[in-house]
């Protein structure tokens, strides 16, 4: 099973997507919005979260997560205990929303993971709630390279709260298809999880997918049902606008707020498939700066979280995500930054200007450390190379160019930069020229070291119109 370019991308979009289904259905949760109603990251609902604030769905899937990042096996004694135990701290967190099944289990506190999943077991009357499946984007992320592996820790997984052969079966289904759409870029594990497992399982969930595709949300309106929560999920991911590019992420999720119920869980269910499909860098600056939650962690939290996971535990050559800070040896890092020939509060320069603290806020551009900058910090995942290995390339050009200027509306400061400022900073720096009406031939010139992709280059200057803005 092998992992296609920008596998890293799409690993660390998957509780990036997570979080940002959850925090944009969190303010909608039990209401209907009707087709003109503006869907945002509002927060409020009837748990009044702040805006950006997850719920639940991702706080149990960071429960998880913070054990697949040490590389921990789920479906070891050892591996389940810690889970199993990450689900009692957040529970003694005293969240405002719980599910009932999951409240009925924690509320026990038994210990260990054998202890709680016996408790689910002696769960008494409905039992195929959605909360298993609502947080087993990590499960996906962490056997990308073992389908076998893949199900069982689905299973174990799922069993500690959810005692239910549906759930068990929309959690395998699911984790599949998150950890092909990985290796991939494609949501094909969907389907490809039935061709595998065959026979009746296959048969019932063929036919919910095909009603999920083809009817209106109303045929599978009791979402808070697992059935109904991943026949929704696939409904808003497959009849959302903007297929075949990045902002179908935002589209998806949006469509599912729109389908009303139990919006936080079903946004976050179609949230990690989405973010595994499209990455991290197709969520939105604009969202990503917004999120946080329990346990105290933010958006650069989430991606560290589903890069190391998706390595086994492991960081990069450069150190990278766990490093406080990287060193890019052999790099020229240390340029004076220059101002943008179009907006003079607004600086271009390479990897070591973002810790002076002379600026309000620091866009980076490439791979930073863990160590938390002074001033406000924005991240765009941008690979020095092609269209390749950028697969969302205009996206994130255009996100960037429009988080620039909302930071100039507010008259903050702006540094722009990437390792040694050749490269991708003026590519930025051009589509924020083009944003602002100047001709980006002018960055060239402002920027005299300069030596961007050509491929980088034609689609952020606009040479390439195969690029749509
Ligand atoms: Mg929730």
């Given at each position: 099973?092998t992992?296609?370019p920008?596998?890293?991308d ?8 997570t979080?940002?289904g ?9 209401s ?17 979260w702040a805006p950006?604030?997850w ?12 054990v ?7 479906t070891?004694?050892a591996g ?11 529970f003694d967190s005293?969240?405002?929303?719980i ?8 509320g026990?506190r038994d210990?260990n993971?054998a ?6 077991q002696?769960v ?8 298993s ?6 499960v996906?992320?962490a056997?990308?390279d ?5 199900a ?9 709260t959810?005692d239910?052969e549906?759930a068990?079966?929309a959690?395998?289904?699911w984790?599949h298809?998150?950890?092909q ?7 094909s594990?969907?389907r ?5 497992v065959?026979g ?7 036919r919910r997918l095909?009603e999920a595709?083809s009817?209106d949300?109303?045929?599978f309106?009791?979402n808070?049902?697992?059935?109904h929560?991943?026949?929704t999920?696939?409904w ?5 606008g903007?297929?075949?590019?990045a ?8 469509l ?6 139990d919006?936080?869980?079903t ?7 989405l ?8 969520v ?10 329990w ?12 890069l190391?996971?998706a390595r086994g ?11 406080p800070?990287?060193r ?8 004076e930054p220059?101002?943008h ?8 320069g ?7 603290g002379?600026?309000?806020?620091v866009?980076s551009?490439?791979?930073?450390g863990?160590e938390p900058?002074?001033a406000?910090?924005i991240?765009?995942?941008?690979v020095?190379d092609?269209w ?10 255009n996100?960037a160019?429009?988080?620039?200027r ?5 008259g903050?400061?702006?540094l722009?930069?990437s390792?040694?400022g ?7 720096a ?9 001709d980006?031939?002018d960055?060239l ?10 491929q ?7 040479q ?6």
């Open positions: 099973m992992r296609q920008g596998w890293a799409r690993a660390a979009g998957v509780l990036l997507g979080a940002a959850d925090a944009l259905g969190a303010g909608y949760e039990f209907y919005p009707g087709p003109d109603l503006p869907i945002g990251m509002i927060g409020g609902g009837p748990f009044d950006g604030e719920t639940d769905d991702t706080a149990m899937t960071l429960a998880v997560a913070r697949t990042a040490t590389g921990a096996d789920l070891s004694t389940l205990d810690a889970v199993a135990a990450g689900f009692g701290e957040w005293h969240p405002k929303d599910g009932n099944q999951t409240r009925q289990v924690l026990v210990g993971a202890a709680m999943t016996r408790t689910a002696q008494t009357g409905r039992k195929g709630g959605n909360g499946l609502m947080r087993t984007a990590a996906g992320l056997y990308l073992d389908g076998p592996g893949c069982r820790a689905a299973q174990m997984v799922g069993a500690l959810h239910d549906r068990v079966q959690c395998q289904l984790s298809a998150i950890g759409a990985v290796r991939t870029g494609t949501f594990g969907v490809g999880y039935l061709d595998l065959g009746p399982v296959a048969d019932f969930w063929t095909d595709q009817a949300p109303q045929s309106s009791k808070g049902w697992v059935v929560a991943l026949q999920a696939w808003a991911i497959t009849n959302a903007e297929q075949g590019n902002r179908h992420l935002a589209a998806a999720l949006e599912a707020v729109r389908a009303g119920g919006t936080d869980t946004a976050a269910i179609a949230g990690a498939l973010g595994a499909r499209w990455g991290a860098s197709a939105p600056a604009a969202w990503r700066r917004l999120l946080h939650g346990p105290g962690m933010s958006a650069r939290d989430l991606v560290r979280l589903g190391l996971t535990g492991r960081d990069d050559q450069l150190g990278w995500p766990s490093a800070r990287l890019y040896e052999g790099c020229d890092t240390g340029r220059v101002r020939p179009h907006d003079d509060g607004v600086w271009l390479g990897y070591d200007a973002a810790f002076g002379d600026f309000d806020a866009v551009l490439c791979r930073m863990a900058l002074v406000d910090h991240e765009f995942w941008l020095d092609g390749a290995a950028n697969p969302n390339l205009s996206f994130v050009l996100d160019a429009r988080t620039i909302e930071l100039r509306a507010r903050r400061t702006v722009v930069h390792v040694e050749r490269s991708r900073t003026p590519s930025v051009a589509r924020y020229s083009r944003h602002l009406g100047g980006p031939r960055v010139a402002a920027m005299p070291w300069a030596d961007p992709n050509p980088l280059w034609s689609v952020a200057s606009g390439d119109r195969r690029y749509a803005d």
